[in-house]
């Protein structure tokens, strides 16, 4: 079964930046859209940003213009580069399939401070 490790997390200001990354285990990455979720405390896990396998890129409102995603093939991962941070950005970021979804992986958690 595909997993899924998530890095790059931490603590920054409001306006900050910060770049998670997902590798993913298994051969047949390419041929799959990969999404960016969140879940902040207290709340439902939502899908914020969704890269296809011909590279079309989806995000949700709340995040639109101020997040990336990407993927690199080669190394079956997949990013996410933030950027305008704010405070309701807050949460445990995690990567799976939209469709045909794996495992959860621990998350990488992003807190937005000052």
């Known amino acids: 079964q595909v997993q899924f490790v998530e890095s790059g997390g931490g603590l920054v200001q409001p306006g900050g930046s910060l770049r998670l990354s997902c590798a993913a285990s298994?051969?047949?990455?390419?041929?799959?859209?990969m999404g960016w979720y969140r879940q902040a405390p207290g709340k439902q896990r939502d899908l914020v940003a969704t890269?296809?396998?011909?590279?079309?890129?989806i995000y949700a409102d709340s995040v639109k213009g101020r997040f990336t995603i990407d993927r690199d093939n080669a190394r079956n991962t997949v990013y996410l580069q933030m950027d305008n941070l704010k405070a309701e950005d807050t949460a445990v970021y995690y990567c799976?399939?939209?469709?045909?979804?794996?495992?959860w992986g621990q998350g990488t958690l992003v807190t937005v401070s000052s």
């Open positions: 298994g051969n047949i990455f390419s041929i799959y859209a």
């Open positions: 890269i296809t396998g011909s590279y079309a890129r």
């Open positions: 799976n399939r939209p469709s045909n979804p794996g495992a």
